[in-house]
């Protein structure tokens, strides 16, 4: 049974920083497109970013660049979500998904439990 584990969520004020992990159980992992996708309180769940198998290319939705980045490291079988200068929209359940697309419109089948993100005022 494939695992995905999110960690690294938490409670930041606006403006604060948190780093996303994900250690997906997937053999290989570099078979995989890896992205993250937050679902707000109360709204379907949403994308930001995506990296490829390699990390050679990724893609950030227009909201977040230049405050989140994905990274991977395949030699740990882990992918990175760097979350930067946080806004209280920003708030919700972080999935970690193995598989997408790079522009995230295909959601691949394999997701984690998800890491809670809570931004105060």
């Known amino acids: 049974q494939v695992r995905l584990d999110e960690s690294g969520g938490g409670l930041v004020q606006t403006g604060g920083s948190l780093r996303l992990s994900c250690a997906p159980s997937v053999d290989p992992f570099s078979d995989y497109n890896m992205g993250w996708f937050p679902q707000p309180p109360g709204k379907e769940v949403d994308f930001v970013a995506a990296?490829?198998?390699?990390?050679?290319?990724?893609y950030h939705v227009d909201s977040v660049k230049g405050r989140f980045t994905i990274s991977r490291d395949n030699e740990k079988d882990s992918v990175y979500l760097q979350m930067d200068n946080l806004k209280p929209e920003g708030a919700g359940i972080y999935y970690c998904n193995a598989g997408p697309s790079l522009n995230g419109i295909t959601r691949g089948i394999y997701w984690g439990h998800g890491t809670p993100v809570s931004v105060s005022a």
């Open positions: 990296i490829s198998r390699f990390g050679g290319q990724s």
